[in-house]
């Protein structure tokens, strides 16, 4: 049965989550599709640079993201508390550039009708389902315009699963920036097109040759000291997260799911040998909750459970 959104996203327990959306028909989102013959390659573009629009408008901040032939995964950070701080003109200006048609409607409100409509869109920035909805809609749209169709392009909805903690997050991370690695399509992190990590190294790669202060792109959530004053940054380093997806990804090209190099420090607080495993015969699919096995019976006190799915995995990689 599948668990409502309400329950899915919990913001007491934690504001990081990973979404994934799948195409439901035979038709490919992007790549070379081998029953129609027909090249989709360029609809990766079109999800990337749409990430890039929602991350300057919600108060989500993009963290992952992996565009493939048939589906999409994002890795989220949900900042409720900054839609709050925001002006009531900076949120008409947000919401109405996302939505064009809103801003005519909107002026011909009464002053009472148009506090209340703010009230609303304030919530659906800062709110998931309307950022994914966002994304799928507009990508959908056009895929169907495209093809002189009509119908469903995506599945029914999104799949997320909330991420607990710092190992959550680094593991679904991981497991996103390496979804081209793990599939045979680059062989590297910076052959992994159309992936945050592809973009995070390009990016740096610039900076660095314009002697430019190595910060994170605008489009991205910011790895610890590649924020400003103002920006949250990840509790993770950029350098110790490339050495964990070199590490994991030289055991994924090699078919083993473990290597006899030591593991990364990122990983000292579990077991290397799980961890590898679970990231390469993709485990992640059978937790709806993703962190420690404590936290996870933080969460299912709290919600009157007896307990969260996805601790069986959480023991598993526990030392």
């Not at 991205?220 to 964990?244: I, K, M, T």
């Not at 590898?276 to 992640?284: D, G, R, S, T």
Request: hydrophobic letters at 40%; proline letters at 3%.
């Amino acid at each position: 049965m599948a668990i409502r959104r309400s329950e899915q996203v919990d913001l007491a327990s934690t504001r990081y989550y990973h979404c994934m959306s799948r195409c439901v028909r035979r038709a490919f989102l992007c790549g070379e599709d081998p029953v129609s013959g027909g090249s989709f390659s360029h609809r990766k573009k079109w999800v990337q640079h749409r990430l890039h629009t929602l991350s300057r408008h919600f108060a989500i901040d993009v963290c992952a993201y992996a565009v493939m032939s048939n589906h999409l995964h994002v890795v989220v950070r949900i900042d409720a508390d900054r839609a709050e701080r925001w002006s009531d003109e900076e949120v008409v200006r947000r919401y109405t550039s996302l939505y064009r048609m809103a801003k005519t409607s909107f002026e011909d409100l009464t002053e009472r009708e148009k506090k209340v409509r703010r009230r609303t869109w304030r919530a659906r920035l800062a709110d998931l389902s309307w950022f994914m909805r966002a994304l799928n809609e507009n990508i959908a749209r056009r895929a169907n315009h495209e093809e002189g169709i009509r119908g469903r392009f995506w599945e029914g909805r999104f799949r997320s699963q909330p991420l607990l903690d710092e190992h959550g997050l680094l593991m679904c991370m991981a497991y996103v920036d390496l979804n081209p690695v793990r599939a045979g399509i680059a062989d590297s992190l910076e052959e992994s097109s159309f992936t945050s990590i592809e973009e995070r190294l390009t990016d740096l790669a610039k900076k660095r040759a314009q002697r430019r202060r190595q910060t994170a792109p605008d489009t991205l959530a910011a790895f610890e000291g590649q924020g400003s004053d103002e920006d949250e940054e990840l509790p993770l380093d950029l350098a110790g997260y490339v050495e964990l997806l070199e590490w994991a990804g030289s055991a994924i090209r090699e078919g083993k799911g473990r290597l006899r190099e030591p593991p990364p420090r990122l990983l000292d607080a579990v077991d290397a040998d799980a961890w590898l495993e679970a990231l390469h015969l993709q485990k992640l699919a059978t937790a709806a909750w993703i962190g420690s096995a404590r936290e996870l019976d933080r969460v299912a006190k709290r919600r009157g459970q007896r307990w969260c799915r996805g601790v069986r995995l959480a023991r598993t990689l526990a030392k």
